[in-house]
């Protein structure tokens, strides 16, 4: 069996928790590590309890795209093996890494799909976005076209989920290459991006690993979050269910 990576209860780490999207005015770098530290009542009453169905063993597809050479592989390498290239190797087509967690004591993975960029291979890699839980669209925060083609790119993943049942992130990388003057002005622009598209924002660094674990447990808790609120509901529709076939068997 698969060791548990990453382990948390979001009591400890406030960044863990909540379903809502931030109000866009907390959307900056600083807000979006410091939002509500709790999980939903209902979530959390359930992981106590045990009852959180099959969750467990759920995996959550976590798509990840953006322009080429804006940081995806990075990113993901920085998070999953703590290690940082600064060479650019090209993505062919997808790499693939599983991630493991154990949320609020119930074992939760992502799988994290990591896209290429470069046009040529765009067409293989968007056969594998089906079935995403969660989609990642990346930008360089020094490179307003980047940001400016963030819309195609949701637009392309979107082609291919539905856009009622996914959760959207817009992150803005390499952080660590910006002047404050310079990234507030390309910060504005992607709040207003993210608040248009309904996209939590936030801004990172793979090289100095600025905000890149606080952001995969975002990732990760509000996947986990919405899987088990889906489960409850599914246990209380097949209870309602229930009730109602037996009704009908007895005739009352
Ligand atoms: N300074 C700095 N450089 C970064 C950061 N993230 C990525 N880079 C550099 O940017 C280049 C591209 O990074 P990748 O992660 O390979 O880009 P990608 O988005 O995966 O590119 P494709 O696979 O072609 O789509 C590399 O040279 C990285 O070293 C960062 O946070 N800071
Ligand atoms: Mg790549």
Request: aromatic share 10%; net charge neutral.
């Amino acid at each position: 069996m698969l060791a548990v990576k990453h382990a948390f209860e979001c009591v400890t780490l406030s960044v863990l928790a909540h379903l809502v999207p931030l109000p866009s005015r907390l959307l900056s770098k600083k807000a979006a590590v410091q939002t509500k530290d709790e999980f939903n009542s209902k979530v959390k009453t359930a992981c106590q309890e045990q009852r959180t169905g099959t969750v467990g063993f759920k995996i959550a597809k976590v798509i990840v795209v953006g322009d080429l050479a804006v940081g995806k592989t990075c990113l993901i390498n920085r998070f999953c093996k703590d290690a940082f290239d600064k060479n650019y190797k090209a993505t062919i087509g997808v790499d693939f890494e599983m991630e493991r967690f154990e949320v609020l004591g119930v074992p939760f993975s992502l799988q994290l799909w990591d896209t290429a960029g470069q046009e040529r291979f765009k067409c293989i890699a968007s056969t594998y976005y089906r079935g995403a839980q969660t989609i990642v669209i990346v930008f360089d925060v020094n490179d307003v076209a980047s940001l400016r083609h963030a819309r195609q790119w949701l637009e392309d993943a979107l082609k291919e989920n539905d856009p009622t049942n996914v959760q959207l992130f817009l992150v803005g990388t390499k952080k660590d290459l910006s002047s404050p003057a310079q990234y507030s002005q390309i910060e504005q622009d992607a709040i207003k991006l993210a608040e248009e598209i309904k996209a939590e924002y936030w801004a990172l660094s793979s090289l100095t690993g600025e905000n890149v674990r606080e952001f995969f447990f975002r990732v990760a808790s509000l996947a986990f979050e919405v899987n088990v609120l889906a489960e409850l509901e599914k246990s209380g529709s097949r209870h309602i269910g229930d009730v109602i076939s037996e009704c009908t068997a007895v005739h009352c």
